[in-house]
């Protein structure tokens, strides 16, 4: 009790706060005419319709996963708490191309961080990855769960698109990459770290961006058949999930921000999910926000799926667009479908 009361007799709220960054992408650069020599599609179109200019995919020869990527985001974000990984309580690790179809790719990276007991837990909610996974840490955090935690966004994707002219609407968007950020518990009355969240999900739309092969509701889950069919892809309806989006993203933003008790004017950036700069783009103009209030990079890496968020809030804060005491909103959609959106304040 005597931890919980402060000395004016207030109780003190758990909060969770991040305490440190790291991002990595693998060295092998792609753009849009690289991509054009294997699929007809062109700069042109890729830029016009996505806004990307280039990727970073792992190498050809394979071995890379996603717990690699992870790992090195990892290792920055923990440098930079000034923690060792025995410090953490637990591992969260948000992927849709875990290294294995189980176990998950956090027990992966949880030994390559050189642990043994630390609990690892995968989420699997795709585009929203990170969100899904700072708001579970966050109620890990209040409950009193666990007071240091590890939350991992990490893709490779490239190693699952039809690189050919078949494929070009999805495999021209996604890149690979890797975002990692540490929470810890606060106690504070300040309105500081994380102060609100909403997610939502709708499986009507789980058809609208799947990849099929290996799930078990086929049998067998894998054939020759089933290969010559091209259904190990992904496949995506784009425009219905472009409208989603652009429909969605404003709902949710109004609706985490009355949860907190803020005015849209009291963000200082928000970062969404890098899907496709249009989509991003509806949705700063929908909400009446300058440009420079919305943090897009992927022109750079593309859409990195549960890395894209983590990987642009490291950026930005890299590129000082924030900083302490700057309040965030990180946004996104994507398959399942799922939608959310989290606002924190930075803060010492
Ligand atoms: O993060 C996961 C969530 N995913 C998303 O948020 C994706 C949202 N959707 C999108 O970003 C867009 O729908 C895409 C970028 C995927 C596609 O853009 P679009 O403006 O909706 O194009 P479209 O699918 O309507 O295709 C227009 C044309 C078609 O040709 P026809 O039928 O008009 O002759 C396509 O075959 O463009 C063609 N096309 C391409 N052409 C060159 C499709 N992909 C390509 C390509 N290069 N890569």
């Known amino acids: 009790i005597e931890r919980l009361t402060s000395t004016k007799g207030a109780m003190m709220m758990k909060r969770t706060v991040i305490r440190g960054t790291g991002r990595y992408v693998p060295p092998r650069l792609v753009t849009n005419d690289d991509l054009s020599q294997w699929m007809d599609t062109s700069d042109e179109w890729i830029r016009q319709r996505t806004g990307i200019e280039q990727r970073y995919w792992v190498p050809e020869e394979g071995g890379v996963g996603s717990s690699d990527l992870g790992l090195e985001a990892s290792k920055i974000a923990l440098q930079r708490a000034g923690w060792a990984p025995e410090d953490l309580d637990l591992i969260i690790f948000a992927t849709l191309s875990p290294d294995l179809f189980f176990p998950g790719c ?197 859409n990195t799926t549960a890395a894209s968020i983590p990987i642009a809030f490291d950026e930005a804060l890299e590129m000082n667009r924030i900083g302490d005491g700057s309040t965030v909103v990180f946004l996104g959609l994507g398959a399942g479908l799922t939608w959310g959106a989290v606002v924190a304040r930075l803060g010492p």
């Open 106 to 302: 956090g027990c992966i990276m949880q030994h390559k961080l050189g642990l043994a007991a630390t609990p690892a837990l995968d989420i699997r909610q795709q585009c929203t990855g990170f969100l899904y996974g700072l708001t579970t840490a966050d109620a890990y955090i209040r409950s009193g769960l666990a007071n240091r935690i590890l939350l991992v966004g990490a893709e490779v994707h490239s190693t699952g698109l039809d690189i050919s002219t078949a494929g070009r609407d999805v495999a021209v968007i996604f890149g690979d990459g890797a975002g990692a950020v540490c929470l810890e518990s606060l106690e504070s009355n300040e309105p500081i770290g994380v102060l609100g969240s909403a997610l939502h999900a709708d499986g009507k739309f789980a058809n609208s961006l799947m990849v099929e092969v290996g799930s078990s509701r086929l049998n067998p889950r894998i054939s020759h058949e089933l290969i010559d069919e091209g259904r190990h892809y992904p496949v995506m309806d784009g425009k219905a999930i472009f409208k989603l989006a652009v429909q969605k993203l404003p709902e949710v933003v109004i609706e985490v921000l009355k949860k907190a008790g803020l005015d849209l004017e009291a963000v200082d950036l928000l970062i969404p999910h890098q899907a496709n700069l249009r989509i991003n783009q509806f949705f700063a103009h929908s909400m009446k926000l300058p440009e420079e209030k919305v943090f897009n990079n992927i022109q750079r890496y593309g």
